[in-house]
């Protein structure tokens, strides 16, 4: 029972890691606003690249998400 | 005393079961097998998973054959999306690998259909999205590493194990250079399908969750899961293709790496 208890917590835990993607997130997106306000021509170029870089940035939050998982088929 | 309590808890059991489905947002990933098969001690049951890689390949099939089933010089709708496709990964290998990778472009452009095409398979509802298993992803990655350090090996010989030495480095820093690009070599292919994997399973389950608040809830409180629903049935649509997008990129360059080594 109380190992149940401690996979659930560690399951929640692992949510911790989304809070790196999220400051990733702002900086990415923060610096693209800037970018495109600094040099408003070189948009689409710049937009090219932020949804690769989006799709990066989240997938370090997924990996939390694989470790949740780990846990709960261990657990 | 425990009678009651017995009596309540099986009172509420019924109740749950009868008012409220039970939150099950990982139901979607079940392997179920159709036809058990094995040969060679291998398990190859026809599974749901294997059954809509199928639907999934001949989407994409029947796509190509339907774009192209008249081709004229100006394209119509279903000509000019399949030539986009087409142009794009040309354009991505050549902008990637440079003239060399002209000969890898058919199997870069078929790996890209396959991975869209597997993703977008699962925005279907009740259906299964192959790329949701690890095993599906981390078999693609596996082939694509083994193939890209075959390549540099057949293209250079041993001088590719001047790969993991990287220039401009100090002898003594060497000895920690060494291990750290070796280890992130080696770890290209778990990043490669986990990032797939986890981003597939990840959609899915929020959907999971939004479709089960929308038939739990009354009338008057489903219809605000059910609208987020199709905001992230159309977000999802577009994971699958950026991921697809992002697998296939990543593929060009490592054959790049192989082929030109930094």
């Known amino acids: 029972m109380e190992s149940a208890a401690a996979s659930l917590i560690g399951m929640g835990l692992s949510a911790i890691g989304f809070a790196g993607s999220g400051i990733g997130l702002g900086i990415l997106f923060g610096k693209t606003i800037e970018a495109i306000a600094r040099q408003p021509g070189a948009e689409s170029q710049v937009s090219k690249y932020i949804w690769i870089g989006a799709a990066f940035v989240e997938a370090i939050a997924l990996y939390g998400l694989v470790i949740a998982f780990i846990i709960m088929g261990n657990g | ?262």
């Open chain 2, 1 to 262: 005393m425990t009678t009651l309590i017995a009596s309540a808890h099986a009172s509420a059991a019924t109740h749950a079961a009868t008012a409220a489905p039970k939150m099950d947002p990982l139901h979607h990933f079940e392997v179920h097998n159709y036809v058990d098969l094995s040969m060679f001690g291998l398990d190859i049951s026809i599974s749901n998973s294997v059954v809509w890689m199928w639907v999934a390949v001949a989407c994409a099939f029947g796509f190509f054959k339907y774009a192209f089933r008249d081709p004229k010089v100006v394209p119509g709708r279903a000509q000019l999306l399949a030539e986009t496709g087409f142009l794009f990964i040309r354009q991505l290998v050549e902008e990637m690998i440079g003239k060399e990778g002209r000969k890898y472009f058919p199997a870069i452009l078929t790996l890209f259909f396959f991975v869209l095409f597997c993703n977008l398979v699962g925005v279907i509802p009740s259906s299964y999205t192959p790329t949701s298993q690890l095993i599906v992803t981390g078999t693609l990655a596996i082939v694509i590493f083994f193939l890209c350090t075959l390549l540099g090996f057949a293209k250079h010989g041993l001088n590719f194990l001047s790969f993991f030495v990287p220039h401009g480095v100090p002898s003594a820093l060497l000895l920690l250079m060494i291990p750290i690009e070796l280890i992130s070599y080696l770890a290209r292919p778990v990043s490669l399908s986990v990032r797939l994997f986890a981003n597939m399973t990840a959609g899915h389950t929020v959907l999971g969750v939004l479709f089960f608040f929308t038939v739990s809830l009354d009338w008057y409180g489903a219809w605000v899961p059910f609208g987020f629903s199709v905001v992230f049935n159309a977000f999802e649509m577009f994971i699958g293709l950026i991921q697809a997008y992002i697998f296939t990129i990543l593929t060009c360059v490592y054959i790049n790496d192989s082929i030109h080594m930094h």
